[in-house]
């Protein structure tokens, strides 16, 4: 399995939620197929290296800062058992 570091950011919550669920289907699918290691998707965290900028959401007249929060993948690798001796 490639285990690229991958870091993701965006301004709300909700895309972190949506791409935690989508990982979590993923491993599922994968698992029932094959013994392959799982993704998990790291807790979010506040962005140090965020936007300053604060926008107003058109919709909600909700602000909101781009990139505000940033999470990561972690690769977990099977666990393999060692093999009986004969």
Same mark, same amino acid.
């Given at each position: ?19 935690r669920? &989508? ?5 599922? &699918?994968?698992?029932t197929? #094959? ?9 979010? #965290?506040?962005? @140090? ?6 926008? &107003?959401?058109? &919709? #909600? ?18 666990? #393999?058992? @060692?093999?009986?001796?004969?």
């Amino acid at each position: 399995m490639l285990t690229v570091p991958a870091y993701f950011t965006d301004y709300c919550m909700k895309s972190y939620e949506l791409t935690r669920l &989508q990982i979590d289907i993923v491993n599922q &699918q994968l698992n029932t197929a #094959t013994a392959a290691s799982s993704v998990r998707v790291s807790e979010p #965290t506040l962005n @140090p290296f965020r936007s300053p900028i604060r926008k &107003q959401d058109l &919709q #909600t007249a909700v602000p909101a800062f781009s990139n505000a929060v940033i999470f990561h993948l972690e690769y977990r690798r099977p666990v #393999t058992l @060692p093999e009986a001796a004969p």
